[in-house]
């Protein structure tokens, strides 16, 4: 997903639109530029790669302004290339955009054939090609910049210099989040408060449609159809500690480490330690629920899928997860009865967001489990269950993902009490055994040592298996997509009892197999198809618990135990293993941890 930062400035600007950019890393990119108004022109610096690629262009040919805009690009049209990176410019018009504008082909064409000619292979540039030829016939900047806003179809979030306005910037968002910031004597636009928060923690969240011009010492916004709205300022403690890496490597690991502390404030959101009674805000009445319909993308989706193995358990309450970009063209079958959950650390992933749209244009109650409060998808649903554990930099989701999946249970055990299925005791206990979930975490996270020289190992292999049983197997997923999202090793995640009806013919003594199996219900299973594995030379990771490990077969390569725990919050203790082990074996191999190729922390486009 590309990164967007605009400032109408008093002072210098280059290397505050630098210093913001670096704030965007996280969400992935290939290339980045910026430009500014220098004495009534506008003038570009873009680069191919990371940032500090930008910064050398600036350092050999300084661009000094006092507005201007920034951008990293994830490219979706055009290759990653320094002719492809935003700014793009035609004309007067210089602009960055984020987004897919699914009509840009017929656009291009015509502004072609009325002689225009084209430098790069974006359909940004199609857009600033717009606005230029708005700007032709007369139009103020603002009205020529709207007038262009209703030609486009698909999603766009814009910031645009005009040459001779240094005074001025535009914004405008549609499927793609954007930001006001306010300062003093100068404005931002941001395509989050991450951006902006080098600047200011004073955000105005635009609205699908809005858009905004910003001068140094005030903005005007607008709705879809024209009309002066004023938003809502809110102040967003998005405070430097919780962006700063501290002393790790990376913010991955930052995040994995992070995750007893997020665990432990998004449960206590959820549950009264004084009366161990657990629930969720909103006013749904999960005893008239028929059905919870969980869309989601990545390990997102995941999360959904453990929390389909425990509401079900606990509260007997039918709960279809689904991948929202199969959901969403499927045509499924809903009735209005049913609730439909969105799970997403962004709320903003494209595909997650049409689900949801798709189940309320049905008539279905809406909430969304997220970590960004005040995104598109927080904003568009009956209830939001929000996740506590601080932003999450780096593109593989970890602390975010075992929050969701705290989130999944407190929910699980609020709906089990309120459908009778439990009664106030066994809530008061499951309640408890949450509470000690964030002390188990951070005892599993306390195997790094050991995981970090199976990584070694792990590291060489050309394939590697996931195996689990029950909510393992959600695992076993998640275990395999955070492998190959960060160290590109493929990896596939399956049911343990689907290993005879084909992928045992992968094993081999050159693949590693891990297994997850705690002690529980599963666990005699689960050992089983380690000695089938095993019979055939299979290499297996046996990862387990203290009660496990006692009834462990022999001939495991490798034994991980975790601490021992209550079924309901072992994928919460058994996450951070496998989440070390992606991690560790990614660094051995050198990979660029935080920003994986090809990858974005947040997808808003299809
Ligand atoms: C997981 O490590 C990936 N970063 C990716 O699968 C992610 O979970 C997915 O894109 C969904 O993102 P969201 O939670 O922000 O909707």
């Not at 938003?231 to 501290?246: D, F, I, N, Y």
């Not at 959101?269 to 004084?274: I, Q, R």
């Not at 020289?453 to 298996?465: M, W």
């Not at 660094?587 to 935080?594: F, P, S």
Request: with cysteine.
């Amino acid at each position: 997903m590309c990164g967007i930062i605009g400032i109408v400035g008093n002072k210098p600007v280059a290397e505050r639109l630098i210093e913001s950019l670096k704030r965007l890393e996280y969400r992935g990119y290939d290339s980045a530029g910026i430009a500014g108004v220098v004495g009534g022109k506008v003038e570009r610096r873009r680069a191919k790669g990371k940032i500090k690629a930008l910064e050398a262009v600036v350092a050999e040919d300084p661009l000094v302004a006092q507005t201007g805009i920034g951008h990293t690009r994830w490219a979706t049209h055009g290759a990653p290339n320094v002719q492809n990176a935003h700014p793009h410019t035609a004309g007067r018009v210089t602009l960055v955009h984020n987004g897919i504008i699914e009509n840009f082909a017929e656009l291009k064409a015509e502004l072609a054939a009325a002689g225009r000619t084209f430098s790069s292979d974006t359909d940004t540039e199609v857009i600033a090609h717009l606005i230029d030829a708005e700007l032709a016939t007369g139009l103020a900047p603002l009205d020529a910049f709207k007038a262009t806003l209703d030609r486009l179809t698909g999603a766009y979030a814009l910031a645009v210099l005009i040459e001779g306005e240094a005074n001025l910037v535009l914004g405008a968002r549609r499927g793609s989040p954007l930001v006001v910031g306010e300062g003093q004597g100068e404005m931002f636009l941001g395509s989050d408060a991450l951006a902006v928060g080098p600047f200011t923690n004073r955000v105005v969240y635009l609205d699908e449609g809005d858009y905004v011009a910003l001068d140094h010492d005030s903005y005007r916004i607008f709705d879809a159809s024209g009309v002066a709205v004023t938003r809502p300022v809110r102040v967003v403690p998005t405070s430097a500690v919780m962006l700063e890496k501290g002393n790790y490597r990376h913010f991955m690991e930052k995040e994995i480490h992070d995750q007893p502390e997020g665990c432990q404030r998004t449960i206590s959101a959820y549950v009264d330690t004084l009366t161990s009674r657990a629930s969720v805000p909103g006013d749904i009445d999960f005893s008239k629920l028929d059905r919870i319909q969980i869309v989601a993308c990545g390990t997102s989706f995941i999360a959904g899928m453990v929390g389909k193995y425990l509401i079900e358990q606990l509260a007997d309450l039918p709960v279809d997860v689904e991948i929202a970009s199969e959901f969403r063209y499927r045509t499924p079958a809903l009735r209005s009865g049913s609730l439909v959950v969105a799970m997403s650390q962004s709320g903003e992933t494209a595909d997650t967001l049409a689900a949801l749209r798709y189940c309320k244009a049905k008539g279905m109650k809406s909430a969304v489990v997220v970590n960004a409060q005040e995104s598109t998808m927080a904003r568009e649903v009956d209830v939001v269950w929000p996740i506590h554990c601080g932003p999450e930099i780096g593109v593989a989701s970890t602390k975010a993902f075992t929050a969701q999946v705290s989130v999944m249970i407190a929910l699980a055990i609020a709906a089990a009490k309120a459908r009778g299925t439990i009664d106030a005791a066994e809530e008061q206990r499951l309640v408890k055994v949450l509470l000690e979930a964030p002390r188990l975490i951070a005892e599993a996270i306390g195997l790094e040592d050991a995981i970090k020289e199976i990584a070694a190992d792990v590291a060489k292999a050309r394939d590697v298996l996931y195996l689990g049983r029950g909510p393992m197997s959600a695992l076993a997923l998640e275990g395999a997509l955070k492998l190959k999202e960060i160290s590109y090793i493929h990896a596939e995640g399956y049911a343990a009892g689907e290993l005879k009806h084909g992928p045992i013919a992968l094993v081999d003594d050159q693949t590693p197999i891990v297994i997850l199996a705690p002690h529980d219900s599963y666990f005699e299973k689960s050992a089983s198809n380690m000695s089938e594995v095993m019979a055939r030379g299979g290499q297996v990771i046996f990862i387990t618990d203290t009660e496990g490990v006692k009834h462990a077969p022999a001939g495991a390569k490798v034994v991980v135990t975790a601490p021992a725990s209550d079924p309901l919050v072992s994928t919460l203790v058994m996450s951070a293993p496998i989440q070390l082990l992606a991690y560790h074996v990614a660094v051995v191999k050198g990979a660029d941890v935080d920003q994986p190729r090809n990858l974005a922390k947040s997808v808003t486009v299809e």
